[in-house]
């Protein structure tokens, strides 16, 4: 049950009430992942700071050839820039392709970088949790989605992340130890159990971006209905004429984003190889596995030829 | 607790609210705003929409602390007084709405979205709506709704009008039938003024919470509940031993008890029920309450539970005299299909495999019951049944039937999933009983999945003959049914399985053998279009390979193969009129069928399917000679004619039909009806909104008492005039003598009518005509009358993902007549909408007998970006017994379009998935094997 409920005006309030909270306190922005958590009884953080009202994350802007987005922007706002749909089509796609729209309008870009991994064994009600016998990620002996391995295998569903990543953005960080920006991908561990990797009470404080005019994108996502559905498989490309390099991100596949930067001209068979590697798919969602890593391997060529790569 | 200021609707709002209260349930519990439904609670249906500063936001997933200082708007603040916004009135007016319970989060969202974006594109609306889920419309008359309301917006219409309830004033005799009339009650569901059962509020009222077992197949060895029975705010505690009388909705399966008594039978199968002073120490006691359990040796499949099984293990004893899990097996024939395989020019067997489905309404059940001395037992809830959940009630809690009411409010949609006495009414009403207090009990989404009475998973095998004229001239079938835990009305869907076979296709024999069996699931029970969907699958996908086999158009040989008008079937069904000639014609003809059928590009098909559904069970589930629909009319000096029918309002607009009818015979405005239904105390008993019968016998049964009140309003009027009753005429509001000229408007010939003898009250009924013929099973399918249907689907379907859309649906439906053809075309809409889903994306998941999609973002129905703008065909072949030709709606448009679905996508890509949904692995799985296939022949 939540004891205690902050509304801070500004960042400075915001660490206040995380410091004074000793550890119990859990930030909430859109509250579209972190709510329906606490309604399954996954997230029992006494202590909740909403940061939604802090003006320092809402900024979105271009300077210098750099795009920075706020933490706090909600995914609506992302997809309706016009600046952003004609620099980087690639995010407002993406932006496009989570929840709906409704849930875009109160979620936010750095909660959908931090949105918890998903495993059909854990996002179930605490009952279901409880009949099921516990899997690892809900403390548990072992994984469910694997008939008993000792790992999590929960998947990484964030459908910003990848083409984020792809982008070459990095993610600005904000904590006690100061402020500190690292590319996307550094967010992750990669570990089903704790799948964000930031300092304890860290706040996103925003998200930027280089611009750069001699790129090409492609962006797709596996679900089985057309809106809501979170992804079964999403691929995110970057393929920078400059520098003749493909930057290739995944999400839906792994306990962590799949990342692969291939020069060109590339070796088909190696990329595929190396993100088969990385992408440690298992049968816990939607589609069964099989099925998924097919889809790599037509989402990587369907990409790829998009981009004039094939 | 913490203090929140917020303005809602424009009023100021200073509450004190616990820091983990939702939107949601500040505004529900607290502020009483009850238009803001939840159907999930968390954030996948979109029921719970309201504005937070004029941006929509999902209620049930905010913290209410959120909003400290915003200003909310729910459904309750659009209107302005009696003028309604534009997109309400075009909701009322296109028939965007029919249970009502996703239209306050509808109307949120799209109204947010219009002012966001006037000049909006049909598909963009789709899109704006992809998080609202509708079970009922289909979607299209929403979308409609929402796109009349741009384009008059941006012609400069006012935003605000006077509301009105009805397309247009009908004063004449004979022309309220037919017309397109709005719910009667579409302006309190567009408002959220309708109360729904959660959305009433009793004083004092307790919460109820139901302990529910974790295991699949277990005995009960202890339940101490004396930790729970101590808690400060328990105020009782209930177990199975209190409730021992077994029922269920028919008489010959009562394998069912309230609450486990010394084993459980599935996952979520209640075992104990608190009843609290508030929900947190309701939650705080089922922890409290420990039970010692002994598991036993759980059954999940099918083919599991037809294997030979210990009396120990087996799920129902009574299971013991097939030495296996079987509940029922029924194997009927009709002449000789050995015979006719053996002469067959073709004959095609295919195995078939269904999953379980889930009505996935969107009103989750919630019921509340009192306790009065005097009174006896009221129960408010969500039931398509109140007369057999009456009947349960007095059985199972030992009252006599005259002490027990049951009222059925505004309801969220029903597809048979509320159709069954419930386990939770009964609990709900021993505690009401025993506390002596208003109790109420509210499910969580997950709790409706787990009650369940879906869809059966089936496993079906069908063989099927073609001779050389081209007639289908046999079908064998060999089906297997699921049934869960429980019965249910799986007896009834053993026999339709199979019986329901013998139309619409003019067979010379017929074999079928349907099993249901026990498993350690949630129970199977009736889900719209009942027990025939699945045959039905199966049969056309038959057809359509048999056609393939005999070079020629599936659609053809059907045209063919249809029994005609006026015909007994081979189990004597007795078919009287028969639109599926016409049916199937209007859509091959409107889907440009000769032009694309196996000329479409690789990837993109056209595919047909047929049906046909009883129009009302012919006989009562309860065999008693009571009529099965009885309706009285009451009319007092006031001029008002009131209807009183026990028939269930879910969403399908019986009431507005009743009203229609009255008004109709009577020559009145319908504004001068008023309908009191549902409430078992003072309505005459209707059987239940189940087997589509609804509109066909109440529908009687209001004809009949209309009729015998204009008989008495004539003999008095004729009276005054010093005529003749038989001279009047009625029409217009009058009743007039046009011979002398005489005339009365309505207003007066009630006070005439109820001079020196009072209101008077009249009573019509309907009891279906002796049917069938007398060998064991004759009775299984009967109807006075049956629905015909034809559907044809195109689609596109990926070769590289295989996945599939469904570009458009055209639909066509014999119903006899269309009363209210706005509804009608709903019903349709409806239909084909959850038949789409059946083929594409549903399916109940099990792990180990647990529902591994137990919500409403994992069990896929479909959302309106993948709906297709199906095009709707009234067929109206004037059945000879329904009320002004009227036969059923409600269901059989359903099982047409799945098959549909799946012969399209065979027509894309030339792969058969016989086992549904047809997701996109499994067709890249065929076609991968199709491709092998073809390069080692190669
Ligand atoms: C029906 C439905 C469908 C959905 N579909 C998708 C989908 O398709 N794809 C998808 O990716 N997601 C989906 N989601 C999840 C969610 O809506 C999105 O991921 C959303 O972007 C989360 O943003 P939020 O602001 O609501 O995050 P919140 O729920 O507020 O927070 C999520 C997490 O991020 C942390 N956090 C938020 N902001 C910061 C910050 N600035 N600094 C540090 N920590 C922070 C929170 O503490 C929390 O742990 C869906 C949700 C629902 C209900
Ligand atoms: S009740 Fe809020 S989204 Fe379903
Ligand atoms: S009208 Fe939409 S769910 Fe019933």
Redesign the interface.
Known sequence: MTANYHLPENIEQAFGFMKASNGQARFIAGGTDLMVHRHQGNENSPVLIDISRLKELQRLKIENDTLTIGAGVTLHQLASQPDIASKFPLLKTAAESIASPVIRKSATVAGNLLVDNRCVYFNQSEFWRQAVGLCLKCGGAYCLATGGKKACYSVFVSDLAPAFIALGARAGILSSEGQKEVPVEQLYSSIGLEPISLPDGALITDISLPIRPAIKTWFHKLRPRKSVDFTNLTMAMCFDEEKQEVKIAVSGADMGPAVHIAPVPLNFTEVLKSLRKNCRMVDNLFYPRPYRRKMLEVYLTNGLAHLGLL | M?ALKITVNGKNCELLI???E?LSQVLRNRLKLTGTKTGC????C?AC?VWADG????S????A??F?GAEITTIEGIARGPHLHLLQQKFIEKGALQCGFCTPGMVM?ALA?LRENPGCSESQIR??L???LCRCTGYKKIIEAVAETASLLKEGQAEFIQSSNSAKDVRKTNAVIGTRQPLVDANAKVTGKAEYAADIHAHDALVCKLL?S??PHAKILDIDTTEAAALEGVRAIATGKELLEKFGVLPISRDQTAMAVDKVHY?GEIVAAVAADTQAIAERALKAIHVTYQPLKPVFGWAEALRPCDEENLIHPHSAKHQCNIHKRVDMQFGEPEAEFKAAAHVCEMEFDFPGLNHAFLEPHACLAWWDEYKGLTMITATQVPHYLHRTLSSVLGLPLSRVRVIKPALGGGFGGKSDPFSHELIVAHLARKTGKPVKLEF?R?EVFLTNNGRHPTHLKMKMALDANGRLSTTDAEIVIDGGAFGSFGVVTTYYNGVLLQAPYDLKSLHFQTTRVYTNKPPSGAMRGHGAVNPRFATEVVIDELARMADEDPCELRLRNFLPENTLTLGQFRITSNGSREALRTVMKQSGWKRKFRKLPHGHGIGAGCGFYISGSALPIIWNKYPQSVVHMKLDFDGRVVIYSGASDIGQGIDTVLAMIASEVLGIDMKQTYVHAADTLFTPVDLGSYSSRVTFMAGNAAKMAAENLKMEVARAVAGHFGTEPDKLAFEHGCIKDPASGKKVDWAEAAVITTDGRGAISTSGYYISPKLGGDFKGAGAGLSPSYSFGACIAEVKVST???EVSVLDVWGAHDLGKALNPLAAEGQLEGSWHMGMGQAL?EAMRY??G?L???NL??Y?T?????TPDFQTNLIESGDPEGPFGAKECGEGALHPVVPAIANAIFDAVGVRINSLPI???KI??ELEKTALHQNAAL
């Open positions: 913490e616990e820091p983990g939702t609670s968390e954030g996948s979109g929409t941006k929509p936001v999902l049930c997933i905010s913290p602390l959120k400290a969202t979205f899109e704006a992809a998080g609202n529910r974790p295991y996952i969580s997950e590289d993902t295989g994306t792990y180990n647990l591994l999609n137990p973002l994992d896929k479909p959302t309106a970006p993948e997701t996109a692995d890249l799985e």
